[in-house]
Structures are given as C-alpha cells and as structure tokens.
C-alpha cells in the first residue's frame, strides 16, 4: 500500500510547475518549522527533531535545486538557505523558538516574495 501511495506523490508532484513545487517547498518549511516550534514549547523532543530534520530536508532540496550559473541571486539564496540550516540546528540543539521564529520570518518572506514574482511573470506573458 506504501509503494502505491509513494507513487502516487511522485507523479503528483511530476505533473506541478516547477514555479508551483518552489512554493510548496516554502509552504512545507513554514509548515514543517511551526510544527516544531509547538513540540519545543510542548517538551516534545523526538517531534522537534522529526519536524526540524524535515524542515532542513527542505531547504537541502532547495540548495540543491539552485543554478549557480543565475548569478548573483543563486548566490544570495545559497547563502540565505545555508544560514537557515544554521538557525535549525542552533534551534534543535538549544530548543530556541526564537530561531524557529526567524526561520518562520523569513520561509513567509520567501513565500510572498516568489508568490508576487510568479504572478507578474504570468500578467506579462
């Protein structure tokens, strides 16, 4: 049944834009890190690990997804998606909400961010 279910996200995910998956990607880290950041405040420490481990998972994918050949803005984003990685691991370590509301602070940033870029782009097509 878990084979059938896997391949069944597989090909859901296949069939998305590649602008559509980057935004479920920043959904999921504002999903995965508030999630988190419950299980810290609830004492729930095999939860945090579980939703920060997602959350660096996440923003893995992200940096591996980057053309480094765009420039001067895949740079930035490698070193902004880094940083982040940095902040979940001081979070997960110290159990720092507040480092999971950084994180938080700025995936909704990223999100609105490419959310406006992405409809402008198809206002001008």
Known sequence: MQRGYDAYKQNHTMVESPEKLIEMLYEGILKFASLAKRAIENKD???KA???NR???IYVELISSLDMKGGNIAEYLNGLYNYQLTLLTEANIHNDTAKLDEVL???SVLLETWKEETSLECAVA
Do not use: D, L, N
């Open 105 to 107: 602070h700025v995936a």
């Open 45 to 47: 420490i095999e939860k």
């Open 50 to 52: 579980y939703y920060i």
């Open 55 to 57: 959350t660096s998972a």
